[in-house]
Nanobody, 120 residues
Framework: QVQLVESGGGLEQSGGSLRLSCAAS????????MAWYRQAPGRQRELVAAITSGGSTNYADSVKGRFTISRDNAKNTVYLQMNSLTPEDTAVYSC??????????????WGQGTQVTVSS
């Protein structure tokens, strides 16, 4: 019963920046971990960045120093600031949230994904 709306994807030149947003709505008591994954052609889906409810972050080695994940708990929204983009960052980026719902119900939700394309 949680819906995720992603935005911010698109086409960007190498060296440019994009900011992805993922807003969660629905029957939410508390969002635990929020994260961004990506999948490029010929590659397995990989974790890009994650952030816990307490604000602790984790990044893939390939994006450390370039990407920043953050969250706004009041808005139930997670962001991914992507700087110094390269063509290797081209992928479908998907938002993930773990929802702590009412009555102790915990469930994971995925967004439909947003395309990020970086041209050389």
């Amino acid at each position: 019963q949680v819906q995720l709306v992603e935005s911010g994807g698109g086409l960007e030149q190498s060296g440019g920046s994009l900011r992805l947003s993922c807003a969660a709505s629905g029957s939410i008591l508390r969002l635990q971990t929020m994260a961004w994954y990506r999948q490029a052609p010929g590659r397995q889906r990989e974790l890009v960045a994650a952030i816990t409810s307490g604000g602790s972050t984790n990044y893939a080695d390939s994006v450390k120093g370039r990407f920043t994940i953050s969250r706004d708990n009041a808005k139930n929204t997670v962001y991914l600031q992507m700087n110094s983009l390269t063509p290797e960052d081209t992928a479908v980026y998907s938002c993930y949230v773990r929802n702590i719902g009412y009555w102790g119900k915990t469930a994971d939700y995925w967004g439909q994904g947003t395309q990020v394309t970086v041209s050389s």
